[in-house]
């Protein structure tokens, strides 16, 4: 128990603020904490070079139509410009630009069409021009977002007030009893309590590591095959007259062998290879697992959490433990999250089982009634089961832990107050808490989360509670308005001052000693001594009397002005350059996307990255076009016209231009709204249909390299490359591959030919941003793999229809032009001796074993970073983080940033378990499990995932909880709701497809859960899904969310579903008209098209209501969520359930309830 643990006293920040919504009011904004001076870094700093407060409003208001800031004038392509274009692709190349090499074709007259694909080139006014009014894009960047728009998107949960009242469920749903012992209603020949060994493992089944134990049962299946018993809750008098035989199960016999003395550590690690359980008739214990690595990912840390895995298998333990507390009448609540209810005295656990008579006849307490509410009704799968299979009894989902009710709780309990950094190991609120941040020298939670905030001292004692170690880092997070930014610190020519040996920059934990002369370092504890220029006295305290003065000895995150020594060639960088890369290919133009896209950019690129308050951005511009062939832009300012040159050999790519290709947007308008306006028209009549792909981001990657610069491809692109060039592929999809080893073959690329291109970007720092636009297999897997190892970003619009999808994908192109980025960025993660960082997951490449190398880093991803002990910890000294990320900012500036967190250590298991943070071990969980689908069957990944965290709990069980019998399924508070969280990840598509997942979706989900955040993570494996029907029309607040589960729906209301990725709205088909004409504008429920992918514009409060609450999610994600109408009992409904994640999903996924009784099952073997 460490003392750091208690609630920090909350500083004076004003009132508390209730409504608190959106941060609207500056309350807790600049307002000083106790003791630290106002503005305590503008004087110290002085000049305070290139640091910038947020960047002020750009105005970008697509709905109001683009500001005519320096709009280009006369860009029509009008007849009078077209010549002229001609000419000059007539034209030889001009001085500036290199000699036409062979390979270059530059075009001359009517020949070099041929280039084009059989006349491609054209002209003149675009005869479909009317298609090209801008779309009425849905408010992406409303007014009032002002300052900087993309900044309050992410991270920042704009929720409403919490609601009360939604589910008052009890914290430690006592009086539950969770028993996976018997069945309520045991088939006759032992169905449902494991399959017979003859069955085979059922694709989804949950056996875990060979257990050959569970079995989902279908609908073919009979009754689940453990069968739950539903308690009431405390204190409720008998229900006469409802004899519930089935409640009192029977306990483990006192034959059975006691659990092996030698329990801890390494025993729980180790799972049985078979489960028998107990004897159950017609059983037969499973054979030996195979080989069952506890660690799927490629390579395995070899001190990985595999290690107690890899174990012998224990052998011989039967049955479940014996009860701890045979013969306890009554009920009793645990204190930590009980679930479960003391037993009557249940002397023959064995004798209990399938067929036994014995049901009803055990002595105890009276058995409680049944508790009469909707919730106890069984559920439609159940009522399609054969009578004699049914349970009788269910658990009732109320008494189960609720994702909403501790969303709820954490946010009446947390939200009110910031979240001051100033505690070593402090837990944060939840994701889903609105809560501002306030830096006191640790950083803050948008920048680093930990799935645990006490650490276990020993690696011994790591291993046992197999909790994960593991930071979710996002080191450039977009921070609300209400926050500060990192300060920026310029120590000059000398530098940022570092530790002699560990080179861990200057921190808050540092040590002055020797007056100040010296410094000890809180990571490797060498000493230092202080550079002159930066010396300064003590107080009596021992802290430096310039402690405030200076960010980076008072604040968690700050930056430091790089010097030349950072730079790459020892020369400073200069800006980078954004290239945009555009497949002109037959589909692509006849989609009208080719022309949506120039359209778009004519005004987008007004509102490039700015550093700071300057008036233009940095970044240069550069165009190519391309199908089999390559089309490079000379877009100088000085020329009339744009000029085309054509690289049609595309097996040796070069960039046939280097003046005049990467321009300035300003200089070059009227050239590149030129360009803008002809490529559509060109291209208008193509035929061609085959694309290259490789050679593109080759074009790319050396224009950068030219320009010597880092930066960004933006490709924009259709179809899998198989024209003849580098990197061309073959489909190679099939889905028969599903549930085989060659499983993983899916989401690897088919060819070693991108990691390779992808390593040269990486060294040029060229991020490649992908956005997909397939009509059929694109092989997602392979073409993402330079996106993913740059630290790009990619985008799928599956047959894309200009009107349904271009507001999603607009708005997606605007978000990622704009929004901050770092290049050439290299991020490493320090810590104190004891730990390490181990692993790393997210977007990025690694040349080594510590340094995560971005091309490109962006304020939407994040690094998930593993550690591991080496050596012991202390409880007095805690364990340090330090990541630093050296990068170059979008005006060419050299700078590092730096994030601390100091977390607490532990030698009691309950210190650990008290705090954790599952939304993060959720985050890290999934993208180990994401990554282990690339070596390994995915069966297995799901079966690992299930094992450790059974262990986990197993581990609390055993050592963290009070006494209690074997039939409660006890979780730790923090961690209650691992399991429904964990079944959401194992029902995912990546590790459970249903049939209409393809294979580009599974592998593009899984690029993109490996970059996600904790908030991102969260909604997407338990989406949110809230009831529109009940919305406030008159506040602002959201309606209190519901678990995701059909019985909650009501056919009368309406729903709104989000994941971020899409949003739903499910009608019911009792809705009263009134309500579906205020929202659709239509009268019946038959009349709803669900083809929009709008709501319409109505001039009703419900309507408008509706609306500001779609918009508003739409700000909180990343990504452009589509807009889904689901009927109720129509087909899309099938989609929409999916997304039901407490229900048991058509892939084969388990429901919450039969899942936590597979995980009490788990628990119960590994205790026994
Ligand atoms: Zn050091």
């Known amino acids: 128990m460490s003392v750091n643990q208690q609630a920090h006293t909350g500083p004076p920040y004003g009132q508390p603020q209730p409504g608190y919504q959106g941060y609207q009011q500056p309350a807790y904004g600049g307002q000083p904490l106790p003791g630290v001076p106002q503005s305590p870094y503008g004087a110290y700093n002085g000049p305070m070079p290139g640091y910038q407060q947020p960047v002020p409003p750009q105005g970008y208001f697509p709905s109001l139509g683009f500001p005519s800031k320096g709009c280009p004038v006369s860009l029509n392509s009008d007849t009078s410009l077209a010549p002229n274009f001609i000419g000059s692709l007539r034209a030889p190349p001009t001085s500036e630009a290199p000699p036409p090499a062979s390979g270059v074709s530059l075009p001359s007259g009517h020949l070099a069409y041929s280039q084009f694909g059989q006349g491609d080139v054209q002209n003149g006014i675009p005869t479909s021009a009317a298609q090209m009014q801008r779309p009425p894009a849905s408010q992406p960047f409303p007014p009032g977002s002002a300052p900087s728009p993309i900044r309050q998107t992410s991270a920042f949960q704009q929720y409403g007030p919490t609601t009360a009242g939604v589910q008052q469920l009890s914290n430690h749903m006592a009086g539950m009893t969770i028993s996976s012992a018997a069945a309520a209603?045991?088939?006759?020949?032992?169905?449902?309590?494991?399959?017979?060994?003859?069955?085979?493992?059922?694709?989804?089944?949950?056996?875990?590591?060979?257990?050959?134990?569970?079995?989902?049962?279908?609908?073919?299946?009979?009754?689940?095959?453990?069968?739950?018993?539903?308690?009431?809750?405390?204190?409720?008098?008998?229900?006469?007259?409802?004899?519930?035989p089935a409640q009192r199960l029977p306990a483990p016999a006192p034959g059975f062998p006691p659990p092996p003395s030698s329990y801890p550590p390494t025993t729980v690690a180790s799972r049985p290879p078979a489960m028998p359980g107990p004897p159950l008739p017609g059983q037969t214990v499973a054979g030996p697992p195979a080989a069952q690595p506890n660690h799927v990912s490629s390579p395995p840390p070899p001190s990985a959490m595999a290690g107690p895995h890899s174990g012998p298998p224990m052998r011989g333990l039967h049955g479940p433990p014996p009860p701890t507390h045979p013969a306890q009448p009554g009920y009793q609540m645990q204190q930590n999250g009980s679930f479960g209810q003391m037993r009557g005295p249940q002397p023959n656990y064995g004798g209990g089982y399938p067929g036994t008579p014995h049901y009803g006849t055990q002595p105890g307490p009276p058995p409680p009634p049944k508790r009469l509410d909707p919730d106890s009704i069984p559920s439609p799968q159940l009522n399609e089961l054969p009578?004699?299979?049914?349970?009788?009894?269910?658990?009732?989902?109320?008494?189960?832990?609720?994702?909403?009710?501790?969303?709820?709780?954490?946010?009446?309990?947390?939200?009110?107050?910031?979240?001051?950094?100033?505690?070593?190991g402090q837990v944060p609120p939840l994701v889903t808490t609105n809560f501002l941040v306030k830096d006191q020298g640790n950083a803050s939670p948008r920048y680093i989360r930990c799935t645990s905030y006490n650490i276990p001292c020993t690696s011994d004692m790591a291993k046992q509670s197999q909790v994960p170690l593991a930071a979710v880092i996002k080191p450039l997070a977009a921070l609300p308005p209400e926050e500060t930014l990192p300060y920026l610190v310029d120590h000059g020519e000398s530098g940022p001052v570092r530790c002699n040996r560990c080179k861990a920059y200057m921190c808050p934990f540092m040590q002055f000693i020797e007056g100040g002369r010296r410094f000890q370092c809180c990571f490797c504890s060498c000493v230092t001594e202080v550079p002159p220029h930066y010396f300064q006295h003590l107080d009596h305290t021992g802290k430096r009397v310039d402690f405030y003065d200076r960010p980076e000895l008072s604040l968690g995150s700050y930056e430091f002005l790089a010097t030349v020594d950072y730079c790459k060639n020892n020369k400073f960088p200069s800006p980078p350059a954004f290239i945009f890369m555009i497949d002109v290919s037959y589909n692509a133009v006849k989609s009208g996307l080719v022309r949506l896209i120039c359209e778009e950019l004519k005004s987008l690129l007004d509102y490039l990255p700015r550093e700071g308050n300057m008036e233009e951005s940095a970044i240069r511009v550069g165009f190519v076009t391309y199908n089999k062939v390559l089309h490079f832009y000379n877009v100088k300012s000085s020329l009339a016209q744009p000029q085309m040159m054509v690289v049609s050999d595309v097996a040796d790519m070069f960039v046939p231009l280097l003046d005049g290709f990467l321009v300035n947007v300003n200089e070059s308008r009227t050239v590149i709204a030129s360009l803008l306006d002809q490529i559509p028209e060109m291209f208008a009549d193509t035929r061609e249909t085959e694309t290259v792909f490789a050679p593109v981001i080759q074009a790319g990657l050396e224009a950068l390299k030219a320009a010597e610069c880092a930066g960004k491809l933006f490709i924009f692109h259709t179809s899998l490359p198989i024209a003849e060039a580098p990197g061309k592929l073959k489909n190679r999809d099939d889905k028969k591959l599903i549930n085989t080893d060659k499983e993983k073959t899916l989401f690897q690329p088919q060819t070693s030919f991108y990691n390779n291109l992808a390593k040269d970007c990486v060294a040029q720092g060229c991020c490649v941003d992908l956005f997909l636009f397939p009509n059929q297999y694109l092989d997602v897997a392979t073409l993402g793999v330079v996106t993913f190892q740059t630290g790009g970003s990619i985008y799928k619009y599956a047959y894309f229809q200009l009107e349904t999808d271009q507001d999603r994908f607009l708005n997606d192109l605007r978000r990622d032009v704009q929004k901050e980025v770092g290049f050439d960025a290299v991020m490493r993660v320090r810590t104190s001796t004891g730990i390490r960082a181990t692993d790393f997951f997210g977007a990025f490449y690694m040349s080594n074993t510590t340094d995560v190398e971005m091309a490109g880093l962006d304020c939407d991803k994040t690094i998930t970073v593993e550690f591991k002990h080496d050596d012991k910890l202390s409880e007095d000294s805690g364990a340090l983080l330090q990541c630093a990320l050296l990068y170059t900012s979008c005006a060419g500036q050299r700078r590092l940033r730096i994030h601390n967190l100091s977390l607490n250590c532990c030698t009691q298991l309950a210190d650990l378990y008290r705090n954790c943070e599952t939304d993060t071990l959720i985050n890290y969980l999934a993208k180990y499990a994401y990554r282990g689908v690339l070596s390994s069957p995915v069966k297995a990944v799901r079966d690992a995932l299930i094992s450790q965290c059974a262990q986990i709990l197993a581990c609390y069980r055993k050592n963290c909880a009070s006494p209690s019998s074997a039939g409660q399924l006890i979780l730790p508070e923090c961690m209650k709701l691992l399991p429904v969280y964990l079944n959401c990840?194992?029902?995912?598509?990546?590790?459970?497809?249903?049939?209409?997942?393809?294979?580009?979706?599974?592998?593009?989900?899984?690029?993109?859960?490996?970059s996600m955040d904790v908030a991102e993570t969260n909604v997407f494996f338990y989406p949110r899904l809230l009831p529109l029907t009940k919305a406030d029309v008159d506040s602002d607040s959201l309606p209190a969310a519901i678990r995701n589960s059909e019985e909650r729906l009501s056919k009368g209301d309406i729903y709104?579903?989000?994941?971020?990725?899409?949003?739903?709205?499910?009608?019911?088909?009792?809705?009263?008209?009134?309500?579906?004409?205020?929202?659709?504008?239509?009268?019946?429920?038959?009349?709803?098209?669900?083809?929009?992918?709008?709501?319409?514009?109505?001039?009703?409060a419900f309507s408008k209501k509706v609306r500001s609450i779609v918009s508003m999610l739409q700000m909180q994600r990343s990504r452009y969520m589509k807009l889904i109408i689901v009927k109720q009992e129509d087909k899309l409904?099938?989609?929409?359930?999916?997304?039901?994640?407490?229900?048991?999903?058509?892939?084969?996924?388990?429901?919450?309830?039969?899942?936590?009784?597979?995980?009490?099952?788990?628990?119960r073997q590994l205790l026994s």
């Open 1133 to 1163: 409904e099938m989609l929409f359930k999916h997304f039901l994640v407490e229900d048991k999903s058509l892939s084969g996924g388990a429901s919450y309830v039969d899942f936590l009784c597979h995980m009490h099952k788990e628990i």
């Open 1056 to 1100: 709104l579903l989000e994941n971020g990725l899409n949003i739903f709205v499910w009608v019911g088909v009792n809705v009263q008209q009134g309500l579906i004409q205020n929202l659709f504008g239509v009268s019946s429920f038959s009349q709803i098209s669900n083809t929009l992918s709008t709501l319409p514009v109505l001039e009703n």
């Open 985 to 1010: 990840v194992l029902k995912s598509d990546v590790l459970q497809p249903g049939p209409e997942v393809t294979t580009d979706d599974r592998a593009y989900i899984r690029q993109l859960v490996t």
């Open 387 to 424: 009578p004699q299979q049914k349970p009788r009894h269910r658990i009732d989902p109320d008494a189960i832990p609720s994702p909403i009710q501790v969303i709820e709780d954490d946010r009446s309990n947390r939200g009110s107050e910031p979240f001051v950094t100033g505690v070593r």
């Open 185 to 244: 209603a045991p088939p006759p020949a032992g169905l449902g309590y494991g399959p017979p060994t003859s069955v085979p493992p059922v694709s989804g089944s949950f056996s875990a590591a060979g257990s050959g134990h569970y079995t989902p049962y279908t609908a073919t299946q009979g009754p689940p095959p453990t069968s739950v018993s539903q308690d009431l809750p405390l204190a409720q008098p008998p229900f006469p007259g409802q004899p519930m």
